[in-house]
T-cell receptor, first 116, second 114 residues
Framework: ETGVTQSPTHLIKTRGQQVTLRCSSQSGHNTVSWYQQALGQGPQFIFQ???????GRGNFPPRFSGLQFPNYSSELNVNALELDDSALYLC???????????????FGAGSRLTVL | AQSVTQLGSHVSVSEGALVLLRCNYSSSVPPYLFWYVQYPNQGLQLLLKYTSAATLVKGINGFEAEFKKSETSFHLTKPSAHMSDAAEYFC????????????FGSGTQLTVLP
């Protein structure tokens, strides 16, 4: 049990639809990162939020967007879903924003999205 | 730009045998290096991390890794495999000040044979 809760755990969508994935924690982690893990691959960094603002972004198109709320919970939104968006989406919490990269990320169990 | 290469997508060892999972990295600055483990239907759990202190890093569950700058490697070892070690292992790198963005390798699936 990591203390990081992601919902839903599984969902199925069709091409062109939109999806919202959620992440929350009872601890005071003020930085949230989202990763996409396609089947058989390592996680890829989507973006990070710190103090409710995007604080770094990987190589993902603008149809991937996010929000961080004052209570540090977060959402990942994906518009115009494509088949290749099928993956496990991982939320990772940490402290301190863009300072030292040595702080540990605490991952949730993920939301598995299937796009048909 | 930084990258991670994990040699061997699948590794099988017998219970009690040495575990060696290989990781090589490239980074333009001295990196931070991590090993994570992922069990089925779970998120990633940190095994150990290197942050420019001792080059031999000890982690949880008897795992350790050695940072070798000359070889740009950070291989993960465990002297004696246990059945519960069967999982997927990911090596990751980050650069100081990089907004804590991790670049992961493609993973190594470890099978432990009885």
């Amino acid at each position: 049990e990591t203390g990081v809760t992601q919902s839903p755990t599984h969902l199925i969508k069709t091409r062109g639809q939109q999806v919202t994935l959620r992440c929350s924690s009872q601890s005071g982690h003020n930085t949230v990162s989202w990763y996409q893990q396609a089947l058989g691959q390592g996680p890829q960094f989507i973006f990070q939020y710190y103090r409710e603002e995007e604080n770094g972004r990987g190589n993902f198109p603008p149809r991937f967007s996010g929000l961080q709320f004052p209570n540090y919970s977060s959402e990942l939104n994906v518009n115009a879903l494509e088949l290749d968006d099928s993956a496990l989406y991982l939320c990772a919490l940490s402290l301190g924003g863009s300072s030292s990269g040595a702080n540990v990320l605490t991952f949730g169990a993920g939301s598995r999205l299937t796009v048909l | 730009a930084q990258s991670v290469t994990q040699l061997g997508s699948h590794v099988s060892v017998s219970e009690g045998a040495l575990v060696l999972l290989r990781c090589n990295y490239s980074s333009s600055v001295p990196p931070y290096l991590f090993w994570y483990v992922q069990y089925p239907n779970q998120g990633l759990q940190l095994l150990l991390k290197y942050t420019s202190a001792a080059t031999l890093v000890k982690g949880i569950n008897g795992f350790e890794a050695e940072f070798k700058k000359s070889e740009t490697s950070f291989h993960l070892t465990k002297p004696s495999a246990h059945m519960s070690d069967a999982a997927e292992y990911f090596c990751a790198v980050s650069e100081p000040g990089s907004a804590r963005q991790l670049t992961f390798g493609s993973g190594t699936q470890l099978t432990v044979l009885p």
